[in-house]
C-alpha cells in the first residue's frame, strides 16, 4: 500500500512539471484584464464638464448689410434719370428751344448796395426807393435796363426778355430782331382770332393786310367798294373801322415796340383850294393815333404820324381805286430795322 501511494505521488508530480506554462498564468491574465474594466467604470462615476458654445462675429462683415449702399444707389438712379431726361430734352428741342432754355438760366448781374436800411443805427440807412441810395444804376443782361424806382422814363410794358452774356453788338440785334419777329408772329395770329371771333368785324377781316416789311410788321386797313373807313373828305371815322382799330390797340398793348401810323388818300382831289390829300391823310392817321391811345396804347410808343396823300398807292393802275385809302399801322423793330441775314 505504501508503494502505491508512492507511485501516485510520483504520477501527480511529473504532471504538474509538464503542464503547460500559460495555464498557470491564466490567473495573473484574468486579473489583469479586471483592471482596465475597474478604470472606466471611474471615469463614469466622475461628473461631466459642462459644454462652451464661442460665437464669433465679424463686424466688418456685418457692416454690408446697413442702409449706407440705399444712398449711394439712390445718388446713382438720380444721376442716370437727369442723364437720360437731357439726352430726351436734346432730341426733342431744335436750336432755338435750346437757346431759350439756355438763356433762362444765364444769371443776371446786380451791384450789392452797402448803405441799405437800418445799416448804421436807426434811421442811419437809405431806402431802396431813394435814387440816392444808388451809386449806379443797377443793370442785367437784357434789352431794357433796370433803373432804381422813381428814376425811370418809361416803363416797357412787357417783361424784359434778357440776352445771354458775351456777346457782340451785332449779334444782340439778331437776337433781338428774331424776338420781334416771333412776337410779330404771335401778333398777327392774336389779332386775326380777334377779329374772325367778332360779329361785327368777322366780315372785315378780309381787308386787314399784315405785311413784313424792313421795318417791321405793317397792318393795312384798306377801304373797298363796300366798306370805308372815313367818311368821303373828312376824318370821321365810321362805328365800324373804330371797332376795327379798337381791337388792334388791344393787342399792341402786349408788345413793347414803337408804332407808326401812316394815312393814305385816293387821287381824287378836293374841288375847293380850303383842303388837299396831304392834310386829309395826316388828320386820318391822327385820328387813328387818338383811338389806340384812347384804348391804352402809351403815346410814347408813337415813333411817327405820317400822311403820305397818294404817293404810295397799292394799285398805281388805277389810282382811283378805293384800295388805295388806308391806314398802316406799323409795329416797329427795336432797335430800328431787321438786320441782314
Known sequence: MASAASEVEALATAGAENADPSAAAAP???SAASAPAEEPAAEAVAPLQPIIIKKIIDDGH???HGGAWKIALADMMTAMMAFFLLMWLLGATNADQRKSISEYFQPTNRPIVDNSGGSSGF?????????????MTLTQTGIM???APGTEEEQSTSEDQALPQGLSEEEKKKIVAEQDEKSFENLQDALEKQIGADQKTAELLSIVKFVREKEGLRIEILDDAGFSMFASGTNQISNEAKTLIEKVGESLRGVPN?????????????????NNNWNLSATRADTTRQLLSDIGVDNSRFARIEGVADSQP??????????????SITVLYRDGERPAK
Open 28 to 30: 495573473e491574465g484574468a
Open 62 to 64: 456685418a457692416g454690408g
Open 123 to 135: 434811421f442811419g440807412g437809405q431806402s431802396l426807393i431813394d435814387p440816392k441810395a444808388l451809386p
Open 145 to 147: 435796363q433796370l433803373t
Open 258 to 274: 414803337e408804332v407808326a401810323v401812316r394815312g393814305h388818300t385816293d387821287n381824287v382831289q378836293f374841288k375847293g383850294a380850303g
Open 314 to 327: 397799292v394799285n398805281p393802275l388805277n389810282p382811283a381805286d378805293p384800295r388805295n385809302r388806308r391806314i
